[in-house]
Nanobody, 123 residues
Framework: QVQLVESGGGLVQAGGSLRLSCAASGRTFSRNAMGWFRQAPGKEREFVAGISWSGGSTGYSDSVKGRFTIFRDTVKNTLYLQMTSLKLEDTAVYYC????????????????WGQGTQVTVSS
């Protein structure tokens, strides 16, 4: 019973920044772990960043650590991904995802997915 809608994607030059948003609806939002994934053409979907709502812990893939930040606004029921120092290889469709269980962790299996938002980084 969780719906996720991403926004904020677009075209940006290498070295620039973007902030992705994920609007969540559902009664368990505040206790669901959530994360961001991305998929480029010809590549497998990969984990980008996740956050455990109950403990507040976060995790990042090595490729984005130090450049991306995941955070939440519980009042607005919104998840964010702040992306800085963007590289060409960051080009992908970015998906917001959530774990079904309350007090879940960012490294758990994800059950709900948004429609995705395109991020294109140009040289």
């Amino acid at each position: 019973q969780v719906q996720l809608v991403e926004s904020g994607g677009g075209l940006v030059q290498a070295g620039g920044s973007l902030r992705l948003s994920c609007a969540a609806s559902g009664r368990t939002f505040s206790r669901n772990a959530m994360g961001w994934f991305r998929q480029a053409p010809g590549k497998e979907r990969e984990f980008v960043a996740g956050i455990s709502w109950s403990g507040g812990s976060t995790g990042y893939s090595d490729s984005v650590k130090g450049r991306f930040t995941i955070f939440r606004d519980t009042v607005k029921n919104t998840l964010y991904l702040q992306m800085t120092s963007l590289k060409l290889e960051d080009t992908a469709v970015y998906y917001c995802a959530a774990v079904a269980g309350a007090d879940s962790n960012w490294y758990d299996t994800y059950d709900y997915w948004g429609q995705g938002t395109q991020v294109t980084v140009s040289s």
